[in-house]
């Protein structure tokens, strides 16, 4: 398993999470893995048995780099970091006050062939290497590159995991080089994108196997709009792609087990979730009103629909209503939460920053949770709102679509666990709250509501096992992944798509 984030190690969102939880259910379902990430500033103090094996001179470009591996398990996961000072005992995981690290290619590609290099050196030979997202993809592109006539690499398969097509590690062409690759690999049908280079996009080429992290964002990124000029490629592998949805880790976000609450509560007994309540307007310092409660958590950028909220918030706080809303990202919209926060100082709190308490109390505390995305991989927070009961307002996209069942006021036997609205626009999105309000003034019926929610198993069970049979279906196959017509790529019917606006994260 090689990504660049696994919790508790290192998180900056939910690719995080799914690496740690999903690697450990695997685990427990009795596979033999490793799960190999960068050692980053704080790895040392978290890993408890961590110990220093050995060094491994790796054949990094231009010139090979030394690295140290240490290995230690991080919840009973085997785990392998590989350390490199000068690349990773840094602060941020890919940058710093929103920019990214110059040097992130070279770090990454170290990274993802260190990470094949170990496997060698350790002489532990995995069925399936599983990369995760632009920084581990060129794991997949070495495998089925520099390693393709390498016996003891023969029998491995590739799977590579899309979490985010929005981030697709993007860098001028002068960079190629500390690929290592030659530059027969720099092609409009291999890893050149409009003149760039777009590590992402070898992972999608190589693949012998590919998924997302949900059915309907498997479908959306065959689309033009969603496609971020990679539509494409994905179309001509839609044989090979599949979507899977994501889990919850059951033992980080339980609301009857979890340390970060004042009080634990289950749907049996509601009791600590209005204790919950009061003692997050108390840590808010808003007053403590009987009113609806909303809460946010997300990274500040535009795919999470912040110029939406942004948009409705005026109006919005003028009703009887609070808001608590925790996140960081994009500095103008923090700059606008600030204003509107010192405006409606008895309504709405802007926590800037990360905090993964605050995140468990505001998903217990709030009574509503908004997540109106532009899109949405899958998405985290809405799984854990419904678990919390904290009934999500959602846009009708990707993960979101998936995972929250539109409440229809006045049906039958309505199966609804959330509110979804499709236009991405500020006055569908205020009249899609102004229902949920409306609901919540009915306590019975919103009570059938939460339940409904807090009902449904996301557990992580299901979904591992899904994952499992995507390995078995990897192994299974006995050709490399050569199957793109050449008229998939960019340059042909695709170039006027442009790649995306955000490269990296
Ligand atoms: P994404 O990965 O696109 O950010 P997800 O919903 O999949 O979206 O996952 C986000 C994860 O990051 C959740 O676990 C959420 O609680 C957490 N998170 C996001 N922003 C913050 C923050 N400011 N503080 C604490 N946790 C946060
Ligand atoms: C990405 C997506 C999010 C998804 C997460 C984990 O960050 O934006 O929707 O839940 O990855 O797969």
Same mark, same amino acid.
């Given at each position: 398993?090689?990504?660049?984030?696994?919790?508790?190690?290192?998180?900056?969102?939910?690719? %995080?999470?799914?690496?740690?939880?999903?690697?450990?259910?695997?685990?427990?379902?009795?596979?033999?893995?490793?799960?190999?990430?960068?050692?980053?500033?704080?790895?040392?103090?978290?890993?408890?048995?961590?110990?220093?094996?050995?060094?491994?001179?790796?054949?990094?470009?231009?010139?090979?780099?030394?690295?140290?591996?240490?290995?230690?398990?991080?919840?009973?996961?085997? $785990? !392998?970091?590989?350390?490199?000072?000068?690349?990773?005992?840094?602060?941020?995981?890919?940058?710093?006050?929103?920019?990214?690290?110059?040097?992130?290619?070279?770090?990454?590609?170290?990274?993802?062939?260190?990470? $094949?290099?170990?496997?060698?050196?350790?002489?532990?030979?995995?069925? *399936?290497?599983?990369?995760? &997202?632009?920084?581990?993809?060129?794991?997949?592109?070495?495998?089925?590159?520099?390693?393709?006539?390498?016996?003891?690499?023969?029998?491995?398969?590739?799977?590579?995991?899309?979490?985010?097509?929005?981030?697709?590690?993007?860098?001028?062409?002068?960079?190629?080089?500390?690929?290592?690759?030659?530059?027969?690999?720099?092609?409009?049908?291999? $890893?050149?994108?409009?003149?760039?280079?777009?590590? $992402?996009? /070898?992972?999608?080429?190589?693949?012998?196997?590919?998924?997302? *992290?949900?059915?309907?964002?498997?479908?959306?990124?065959?689309?033009?709009?969603?496609?971020?000029?990679?539509?494409?490629?994905?179309?001509?592998?839609?044989?090979?792609?599949?979507?899977?949805?994501?889990?919850? &880790?059951?033992?980080?976000?339980?609301?009857?087990?979890?340390?970060?609450?004042?009080?634990?509560?289950?749907?049996?007994?509601?009791?600590?979730?209005?204790?919950?309540?009061?003692?997050?307007?108390?840590?808010?310092?808003?007053?403590?009103?009987?009113?609806?409660?909303?809460?946010? *958590?997300?990274?500040?950028?535009?795919?999470? /629909?912040?110029?939406?909220?942004?948009?409705?918030?005026?109006?919005?706080?003028?009703?009887?209503?609070?808001?608590?809303?925790?996140?960081?990202?994009?500095?103008?919209?923090?700059?606008?939460?600030?204003?509107?926060?010192?405006?409606?100082?008895?309504?709405?709190?802007?926590?800037?920053?990360?905090?993964?308490?605050?995140?468990?109390? !505001?998903?217990?505390?709030?009574?509503?949770?908004?997540?109106?995305?532009?899109?949405?991989?899958?998405?985290?927070?809405?799984?854990?709102?419904?678990?919390?009961?904290?009934?999500? !307002?959602?846009?009708?996209?990707?993960?979101?679509?998936?995972?929250?069942?539109?409440?229809?006021?006045?049906?039958?036997?309505?199966?609804?666990?959330?509110?979804?609205?499709?236009?991405?626009?500020?006055?569908?999105?205020?009249?899609?709250?102004?229902?949920?309000?409306?609901?919540?003034?009915?306590?019975?019926?919103?009570?059938?509501?939460?339940?409904?929610?807090?009902?449904?198993?996301?557990?992580?069970?299901?979904?591992?096992?899904?994952?499992?049979?995507?390995?078995?279906?990897?192994?299974?196959?006995?050709?490399?992944?050569?199957?793109?017509?050449?008229?998939?790529?960019?340059? %042909?019917?695709?170039?006027?798509?442009?790649?995306?606006?955000?490269?990296?994260?």
């Amino acid at each position: 398993m090689v990504a660049s984030e696994a919790v508790p190690l290192a998180k900056t969102g939910g690719l %995080g999470d799914v690496v740690g939880a999903l690697s450990r259910e695997l685990v427990c379902l009795g596979h033999d893995l490793r799960l190999v990430l960068p050692r980053y500033k704080d790895s040392g103090k978290l890993v408890k048995d961590l110990t220093e094996s050995h060094t491994l001179t790796i054949p990094a470009a231009p010139v090979p780099i030394e690295i140290t591996i240490e290995t230690g398990t991080l919840n009973d996961v085997p $785990l !392998i970091l590989l350390r490199y000072d000068p690349f990773f005992d840094r602060p941020g995981l890919y940058g710093e006050s929103g920019r990214d690290y110059p040097d992130n290619l070279a770090r990454f590609a170290l990274f993802s062939r260190a990470a $094949l290099e170990v496997c060698r050196a350790l002489n532990w030979k995995p069925d *399936v290497v599983h990369a995760h &997202d632009w920084q581990a993809a060129l794991a997949v592109v070495y495998l089925k590159t520099l390693y393709l006539s390498d016996t003891w690499w023969q029998s491995c398969r590739a799977l590579f995991t899309i979490h985010n097509l929005g981030y697709q590690g993007i860098f001028p062409a002068t960079e190629f080089l500390l690929t290592g690759l030659p530059w027969s690999e720099y092609t409009p049908d291999r $890893l050149e994108f409009f003149g760039q280079v777009n590590l $992402l996009k /070898g992972g999608l080429v190589d693949a012998d196997m590919l998924n997302t *992290v949900s059915p309907t964002y498997a479908r959306e990124i065959q689309t033009p709009d969603l496609g971020y000029g990679l539509a494409g490629v994905l179309q001509a592998r839609k044989d090979r792609l599949f979507g899977i949805i994501n889990g919850i &880790d059951s033992e980080q976000w339980n609301p009857a087990t979890d340390t970060y609450l004042p009080a634990r509560y289950s749907v049996k007994d509601l009791a600590g979730k209005r204790t919950c309540k009061t003692s997050l307007q108390r840590e808010m310092k808003l007053p403590s009103r009987k009113v609806p409660l909303i809460g946010v *958590v997300t990274r500040l950028v535009s795919q999470k /629909g912040i110029d939406l909220i942004l948009d409705i918030l005026p109006d919005l706080l003028t009703l009887a209503i609070q808001m608590v809303l925790l996140g960081s990202g994009d500095p103008v919209s923090e700059k606008a939460l600030t204003v509107l926060q010192e405006r409606f100082p008895t309504k709405f709190v802007a926590r800037l920053g990360f905090d993964e308490g605050l995140a468990h109390r !505001i998903e217990a505390g709030a009574d509503l949770f908004l997540m109106p995305s532009l899109y949405e991989p899958c998405g985290l927070n809405q799984l854990y709102s419904l678990t919390y009961g904290t009934v999500p !307002i959602v846009r009708k996209t990707g993960g979101l679509a998936d995972t929250v069942s539109p409440y229809r006021p006045g049906a039958k036997n309505d199966k609804g666990t959330g509110f979804v609205f499709e236009s991405p626009f500020a006055e569908v999105l205020y009249s899609t709250i102004l229902l949920a309000l409306q609901v919540f003034r009915d306590q019975p019926e919103w009570q059938r509501l939460m339940g409904r929610g807090m009902r449904q198993d996301f557990s992580w069970r299901h979904s591992a096992r899904e994952y499992v049979k995507l390995y078995e279906k990897t192994v299974a196959l006995n050709q490399s992944a050569t199957d793109i017509p050449p008229d998939s790529f960019p340059r %042909g019917r695709f170039r006027d798509v442009g790649p995306p606006s955000h490269l990296s994260r």
